[in-house]
């Protein structure tokens, strides 16, 4: 059972636009969202997280959107650069990220000149 | 490099064979996890440890597969008897308590 949905699968923004991924989770016990950015052949890098007692953080270009009773969160780049072309995976995992974390399918996206 | 390492980064090997990969997470981390990831897909937990403690294993984790944590240090992965199915990248993250995952930069395994 898939408990994280994850859209769209791919995205191609021009550089400056603001792409926006988003996710729908299942389990209302989750109770920490984090963001991961993978580039090919590397491991996944944390970019952000939040809780759900918050509806929004930044850091830097980075914006969590969350959306508690919709059980919807979504990540925006604002200003996006052609060095932000990764593939962004939304996870959802329980106690404050001390358990497994459960990733959804993923996005690439693509940041054209 | 104070981050989490992987060894080997590349591995192929034939089917039925045995593989034993190794993962050395940040020091003072607890927490370990192993993941697997395969093409297009996000990674699926496959089992975690706290310290030398095995705390829960996924069902994707057959028979052929274990893993250890010995004195809580590095951690191992082995598969036997390999499948082509077992083809993947195998993630490693570790984490201090409540605390946000750091990934290493994984195990790539074909099997012929």
Same mark, same amino acid.
């Given at each position: 059972q898939q408990q994280v949905k994850q859209s769209p699968q791919s995205l191609i923004v021009q550089k400056g636009g603001i792409p926006i991924i988003n996710c729908a989770y299942e389990?209302?016990?989750?109770d920490y969202f984090p963001w991961y950015q993978q580039f090919p052949g590397k491991g996944p890098a944390l970019l952000i997280a939040i809780r759900p007692d918050v509806s929004e953080k930044k850091e830097g270009r980075f914006t969590i959107s969350f959306n508690k009773s919709a059980k919807q969160f979504s990540l925006h780049i604002m200003d $996006?650069?052609? @060095?932000?072309s990764a593939t962004y995976f939304c996870a959802a995992t329980l106690n404050f990220g001390n358990e497994k974390l459960t990733f959804g399918t993923g996005t690439r996206l693509t940041i054209i000149p | 490099d104070t981050g989490v390492s992987q060894n080997p980064r590349h591995k192929i090997t034939k089917r039925g064979q045995n593989v034993t990969f190794r993962c050395d997470p940040i020091s003072e981390h607890n927490r370990l996890y192993w993941y697997r990831q395969t093409l297009g897909q996000g990674p699926e937990f496959l089992t975690y440890f706290q310290n030398e403690a095995q705390l829960e294993k996924s069902? /994707? /984790?057959? !028979?052929r597969f274990s893993a250890e944590r010995p004195k809580g240090s590095f951690s191992t992965l082995e598969i036997q008897r390999?499948?082509? @199915? !077992? $083809?993947a990248m195998y993630l490693c993250a570790s984490s201090p308590y409540q605390a946000e995952q750091f990934f290493g930069p994984g195990t790539r395994l074909t099997v012929l």
């Open positions: 389990n209302t016990a989750f $996006s650069q052609p @060095g932000d | 069902r /994707l /984790l057959s !028979d390999t499948e082509q @199915g !077992d $083809s």
